[in-house]
């Protein structure tokens, strides 16, 4: 790694030539405000089956007063164990939706989406960045992770590893290690309850460490990223399941394989391809700064995302306040403080065109996407009919029918790959329905699958309820 260049004393402490990054709180505060109508925009439609089993799942927990220990929910896996990786996570979306149905639960998920935001600001600042190429980076990286800011436990790996990025450059920085070890064992045991995702922090930590140890400077200091692997694993330990987490999380990749965000990297794609060159872009600058931590958070996560692309906006995001720091230094600056009008105006049509869309939609906040999930198709379902679904279509029954048991939903790790697939065959229409359908008395599936037009034609099933994103069929 050669000498360490770590300065984590934030942008307050320098001037360069082209701007003083001497700011002040102001301009951070403003660049962070402007980042919050895109938490609005994504939290104004659910558009995640996952989200809506949550809640339900957070209600029958805080109802019950314990975790479930089988599937309650399905009538094909009904009594077979059911390993929760987000339990508090679902106690927290359910204490929302008590509160204030899913508006409240959007609401939190907005919450968590500026905290990343907020986060994303202050490890900029950390790296000496200034607040004018922190905002262009966080206004022209949102748009890209947009997909990825939905309502889902996800949401706090992806405040966790920013927030693990900061902890870990000042336990290297030699600043107060026991405190910084203790916020890293407590933000893991928060983590890994909220989401059974905290082990990715083992690997950052060790990662770092070894790269610590190449380096002259920070040598030394190497050791203590090594105990904060330890911490964050012996944190990740205090969760309901223990030691059991190790075989979840081989189990939930290994039944996941046909879900395309487990999916390896695809190069043909081009949003999957733009988003692993900025992690890649920021992965050499972090290499030129001699940065170990954030090389390592950088490197982990390259490799994660080409495994699974659901690690793609890890990498991005821990890219981003690495992008800003380097836009923060020399010509760059310069350029971009000699155009600050000019990136002012295009700042204020933006974010005018984003305040639109979001005030627009403010309405709907919360409600389920209208062009994913049907309303009076689920609310047409017969009171205890045993239903055969689309895959996605399950959580939403799950949440709104909780006298309707289904057939599939998206807890793969439940059902397993093969159920999911044979799923798949029977709502296509590759599969005889009265194969496929045996003990099912409600159907209710995408219009143009070719199960639908299978039972359209079948004297045995009636149409009783279509819009755009459902049919529902009963059996006669």
């Known amino acids: ?93 359910g204490l929302g939706y008590e509160a204030a149905g899913l508006a409240g639960v959007a609401f939190i998920a907005a919450c968590l989406v500026a905290a990343i935001g907020g986060l994303l600001l202050y490890l900029a600042r950390e790296l000496g960045a200034a607040p004018l190429p922190s905002a262009v980076v966080l206004l022209a990286g949102a748009p890209l992770l947009m997909l990825y800011l939905s309502a889902r436990p996800q949401l706090v790996d992806y405040v966790s590893v920013l927030a693990l990025a900061v902890l870990l450059r000042r336990l290297l920085d030699g600043r107060r290690p026991g405190w910084l070890l203790l916020a890293v064992g407590v933000l893991t045991v928060l983590w890994v309850n909220l989401h059974a995702a905290a082990l990715l922090g083992v690997a950052i930590a060790g990662t770092s460490g070894l790269l610590a140890l190449l380096g002259t400077r920070t040598r030394r200091r190497a050791g203590w990223l090594f105990a904060a692997a330890v911490v964050i694993f012996i944190g990740a330990m205090v969760n309901p399941y223990g030691t059991g987490l190790l075989a979840q999380t081989v189990q939930v990749k290994a039944e996941s394989a046909d879900i395309t965000e487990w999916q390896a990297l695809n190069p043909a794609d081009p949003l999957q391809l733009v988003l692993f060159a900025i992690g890649l872009l920021g992965l050499a600058i972090a290499a030129k700064r001699r940065d170990p931590v954030l090389c390592g958070a950088l490197a982990v996560s390259a490799a994660g995302s080409v495994a699974a692309m659901r690690i793609l906006p890890i990498l991005v995001l821990l890219a981003l306040p690495v992008l800003a720091a380097a836009m923060s230094r020399g010509a760059v600056l310069r350029y971009l403080c000699s155009r600050s009008r000019m990136i002012s105006t295009g700042a204020v049509v933006l974010l005018s065109f984003v305040f639109g869309a979001a005030l627009i939609n403010f309405p709907y906040f919360g409600r389920p996407d209208p062009t994913h999930f049907p309303d009076a198709a689920v609310k047409a379902i017969p009171s205890g009919c045993t239903l055969f679904n689309d895959y996605r279509l399950g959580g939403l029954v799950i949440l709104q029918r909780p006298d309707v048991r289904v057939s599939i939903d998206s807890r793969n790790d439940l059902y397993g790959a093969d159920a999911v697939r044979q799923s798949a065959r029977v709502a296509t229409g590759r599969v005889d329905p009265d194969q496929g359908l045996a003990g099912a008395g409600c159907v209710l599936v995408h219009p143009d699958g070719g199960l639908a037009q299978r039972l359209r034609n079948s004297p045995e099933w009636k149409l009783t309820s279509a819009e755009p994103a459902a049919v529902l069929f009963v059996r006669r």
């Open 1 to 93: 790694m050669g000498e360490a260049r770590i300065d984590t004393r934030g942008s307050g402490s320098r001037r360069t030539a082209g701007g003083d990054l001497k700011a002040g709180l102001r301009p951070w505060i403003l660049a962070w405000l402007a980042f919050l109508p895109y938490a609005i925009i994504r939290s104004e439609n659910l558009a995640e089956s996952d989200t809506f089993w949550q809640v339900r799942t957070g209600l029958w927990t805080m109802t019950e007063g314990r975790l479930p220990l089988v599937d309650p929910f399905s009538w094909t896996a009904a009594g077979k164990p059911w390993t929760l990786n987000s339990w508090a996570f679902n106690v927290l979306v």
